[in-house]
């Protein structure tokens, strides 16, 4: 994890969260529901909501 969040410090943000989004995308599949929505709300910082909660399943 370490050695992530350095190869991420050396992009700019809008590439960061490209990289992010691709490693993800690929990974979501493999996560349950309840996975995924704790992952979306630890990034995002808000509570578990529906508006949240239906970002999961596009």
């Not at 490693?23 to 630890?42: C, N």
């Not at 990034?43 to 508006?51: A, E, R, S």
């Amino acid at each position: 994890m370490t050695r992530l969040k350095e190869v991420l410090a050396n992009m700019t943000p809008e590439e960061a969260a490209e990289g992010i989004a691709a490693a993800a995308s690929e990974v979501f599949p493999l996560l349950s529901d309840e996975q995924r929505i704790k992952i979306i709300t630890g990034m995002t910082g808000g509570p578990d909501t529906d508006k949240v909660s239906s970002m999961v399943h596009l």
